[in-house]
């Protein structure tokens, strides 16, 4: 094992050489921004080599746990009302009393009432109440499901969800007493009004929207997926093979499928189909198609999936990203892969067997050999390791052939996570870098090299602390379009003091508040 580490170290040592960029890791000398050459301590990018597991070759140094603290944080969310508009008055109203009417007005009238602080609570995925009299229950990203303090009076209850139903653009009634919704920030609702469905009476569930969306790099730093494994999912995405993240509610899969759409090249044209809007993509040629119910009691008008997936087909695109599959949509999916368009997508399963049985049978029915026009199926789990909930990448598998003889569909793990290590494991060849490898021309020692180049640039941005939506997106697209580039930069130590630039590519729109993303953990 040992001289098969070493042998693996000084490969990757020699790629490293190749690409230019041995001073990052400590070893040999590191060339500055106007040309002079600065030897590169052992300590200087020893992180970087750590992460990559080259520490034996170059000398890397791990970093202290205070290099390691971000700097600043967020302790609460502050009130902050406008200036004071009515007539001054000391015998009236104060200058406190007025900001505080100000902050009640604001507060009942534009946010959301009594959740309006939970609302916009950067950590809380989940708000939800159970019915009349109940507490308000919140699902914290830290400390999982919260009892709050805060309660709604009956009437207040039955007022505030008729209130949620409007400002979405739905109508709720004892008629009609369940509605799903999308909250004008993005927010999923499930409403009920009253007891005729609900014993407890009036309730409601709000699935909060990330106004930023989390990257590869965040899923990397929270070990949903190892650093070689997103490495993979890049070429892949990259040389257009198509992919389904399955798994159970709240597993992470629309966050996995927003994370990997970074790496879809700018110079093509996206479609994506959803019924909320979740999915956010830094390019600039992007249909953003999403569905709407009819106007009337009955289906008549309505737009569905599966009209949007026929448009998107008239559309010429080089990628469709669909939100989630539900039902004979994913039919049509499946001969739109078959014809050559690139399809990503979300779809309700635990286990590779349980979404091949799902999609062959009723009502989706889709035909084991179109079946093999999908190449790679995430699983995506909500566990616990150590006492803490977590979301992994429980395997990743390759959907190979269709075996007429025995009437099944071959497929291969890449990858598997150990739940008793908590580490992922590779588990052979893969058969899909096999295909691109045909598809580019390339021999082994360039599929290898590409890959490399993938996970250097992975560990460079989470060695620098570079996590940030604008800075991640800025960064894969501008190495997408060139390479050598961002390789440079990265072999000087630029890169960061060139994102804004970078930024500015004419095929990329990052449209994300400065603010927003600034506090976002």
Same mark, same amino acid.
């Given at each position: 094992?040992?001289a098969?580490?070493?042998?693996g170290?000084?490969?990757s040592?020699?790629?490293?050489s190749?690409?230019g960029?041995g001073g990052?890791?400590g070893g040999? &000398?590191?060339?500055?921004a106007?040309g002079?050459t600065?030897a590169?301590?052992?300590g200087?990018?020893g992180?970087?080599?750590?992460r990559?597991? %080259?520490?034996?070759v170059?000398?890397?140094r791990?970093?202290?746990?205070d290099?390691?603290?971000? =700097?600043?944080g967020i302790d609460?969310?502050?009130?902050?009302?406008e200036?004071?508009v009515?007539?001054?008055?000391? +015998?009236?109203l104060n200058?406190?009393q007025?900001?505080k009417?100000?902050?009640y007005?604001?507060r009942?009238f534009i946010?959301?009432e009594?959740?309006?602080?939970i609302?916009?609570?950067?950590?809380?995925?989940?708000i939800?109440?159970?019915g009349? &009299?109940s507490?308000v229950f919140?699902?914290h990203?830290? !400390?999982e499901?919260?009892?709050?303090?805060?309660y709604?009076g009956?009437?207040?209850?039955?007022?505030f969800?008729?209130?949620?139903?409007q400002?979405?653009?739905?109508?709720i009634?004892?008629?009609?007493?369940?509605?799903?919704?999308?909250l004008?920030?993005?927010?999923?609702?499930? %409403?009920?009004?009253?007891?005729?469905?609900s014993?407890?009476?009036?309730n !409601?569930t709000?699935?909060?929207?990330?106004?930023?969306?989390?990257?590869?790099? +965040? %899923?990397?730093n929270w *070990?949903?997926f190892?650093?070689?494994?997103m490495a993979?999912?890049w070429?892949?995405?990259?040389?257009d093979?198509?992919?389904?993240f399955a798994?159970?509610?709240a597993?992470?899969?629309?966050?996995?499928?927003?994370a990997?759409s970074?790496?879809?090249?700018?110079n093509?044209k996206?479609?994506?189909i /959803?019924?909320?809007?979740?999915?956010?993509?830094?390019q600039?040629?992007w249909?953003?198609?999403?569905?709407r119910p009819?106007?009337?009691d009955?289906d008549?008008?309505d737009?569905?999936?599966f009209?949007?997936l026929?448009a998107?087909l008239?559309?010429?695109?080089?990628?469709?990203v669909?939100?989630?599959?539900?039902g004979? /949509?994913g039919?049509?999916?499946f001969?739109?892969? *078959?014809?050559?368009?690139?399809?990503?997508?979300?779809?309700?399963a635990?286990?590779?067997?349980e979404?091949?049985k799902r999609?062959t049978t009723?009502p989706i029915?889709?035909s084991?050999?179109?079946?093999?026009?999908?190449?790679l199926? *995430?699983?995506?789990?909500?566990t616990?390791?150590?006492?803490?909930?977590?979301r992994?990448n429980?395997?990743?598998t390759?959907i190979?052939h269709y075996d007429?003889?025995?009437d099944?569909?071959?497929?291969?793990?890449?990858?598997?996570?150990?739940?008793?290590t908590?580490?992922? =494991?590779q588990?052979?060849?893969?058969?899909t870098?096999?295909e691109?490898?045909f598809?580019?021309g390339?021999n082994?020692?360039?599929?290898? %090299?590409?890959?490399f180049k993938?996970?250097?640039?992975?560990?460079?941005?989470i060695?620098?602390?570079? &996590?940030?939506?604008?800075q991640?997106?800025?960064?894969?697209?501008?190495?997408?379009n060139?390479?050598?580039?961002?390789?440079g930069?990265m072999?000087?130590d630029?890169l960061?003091?060139?994102?804004?630039?970078?930024?500015?590519?004419?095929?990329?729109?990052i449209?994300?508040?400065? +603010?927003?993303?600034?506090m976002v953990?």
């Amino acid at each position: 094992d040992a001289a098969a580490d070493a042998d693996g170290a000084a490969e990757s040592s020699g790629l490293a050489s190749r690409l230019g960029l041995g001073g990052l890791f400590g070893g040999g &000398n590191g060339s500055s921004a106007d040309g002079s050459t600065t030897a590169a301590t052992s300590g200087r990018f020893g992180g970087l080599g750590s992460r990559l597991g %080259l520490n034996a070759v170059f000398g890397g140094r791990a970093r202290t746990a205070d290099e390691d603290e971000p =700097l600043g944080g967020i302790d609460g969310i502050a009130a902050r009302p406008e200036s004071a508009v009515l007539a001054d008055d000391a +015998d009236v109203l104060n200058d406190y009393q007025v900001r505080k009417l100000q902050y009640y007005l604001r507060r009942d009238f534009i946010g959301y009432e009594r959740i309006d602080g939970i609302k916009h609570d950067i950590n809380v995925e989940d708000i939800s109440c159970d019915g009349y &009299n109940s507490p308000v229950f919140v699902y914290h990203s830290d !400390y999982e499901q919260i009892i709050s303090n805060v309660y709604h009076g009956e009437g207040e209850l039955d007022d505030f969800v008729v209130k949620l139903a409007q400002r979405s653009g739905k109508g709720i009634s004892k008629r009609r007493p369940q509605v799903d919704a999308t909250l004008p920030d993005g927010s999923r609702a499930q %409403l009920t009004l009253g007891r005729e469905v609900s014993d407890h009476g009036t309730n !409601y569930t709000i699935r909060q929207f990330k106004d930023v969306p989390f990257t590869p790099i +965040d %899923l990397i730093n929270w *070990s949903t997926f190892s650093l070689e494994e997103m490495a993979f999912l890049w070429l892949c995405i990259e040389n257009d093979k198509s992919l389904i993240f399955a798994g159970g509610t709240a597993s992470g899969k629309t966050t996995s499928l927003n994370a990997v759409s970074l790496f879809i090249p700018s110079n093509t044209k996206i479609v994506s189909i /959803e019924d909320t809007r979740e999915v956010e993509l830094p390019q600039r040629n992007w249909i953003a198609s999403v569905t709407r119910p009819s106007f009337a009691d009955d289906d008549k008008g309505d737009v569905d999936e599966f009209d949007l997936l026929e448009a998107a087909l008239r559309q010429r695109p080089d990628y469709i990203v669909m939100g989630e599959i539900r039902g004979e /949509e994913g039919r049509t999916l499946f001969q739109v892969m *078959s014809t050559g368009h690139t399809t990503y997508t979300t779809f309700h399963a635990d286990s590779v067997g349980e979404v091949l049985k799902r999609f062959t049978t009723a009502p989706i029915n889709v035909s084991k050999t179109m079946f093999t026009a999908l190449d790679l199926v *995430s699983i995506q789990t909500s566990t616990r390791v150590g006492g803490n909930k977590v979301r992994r990448n429980k395997s990743l598998t390759e959907i190979n052939h269709y075996d007429p003889e025995n009437d099944e569909i071959n497929v291969q793990d890449v990858y598997q996570w150990q739940a008793e290590t908590d580490e992922f =494991l590779q588990m052979g060849s893969s058969n899909t870098l096999e295909e691109i490898k045909f598809d580019r021309g390339w021999n082994q020692e360039t599929v290898e %090299l590409e890959i490399f180049k993938r996970q250097v640039i992975l560990a460079y941005l989470i060695d620098r602390g570079l &996590n940030t939506y604008t800075q991640v997106a800025a960064t894969f697209q501008a190495f997408i379009n060139d390479q050598d580039t961002i390789l440079g930069l990265m072999a000087t130590d630029d890169l960061e003091r060139s994102l804004e630039d970078l930024r500015e590519m004419e095929s990329v729109h990052i449209n994300i508040d400065p +603010d927003s993303e600034a506090m976002v953990p």
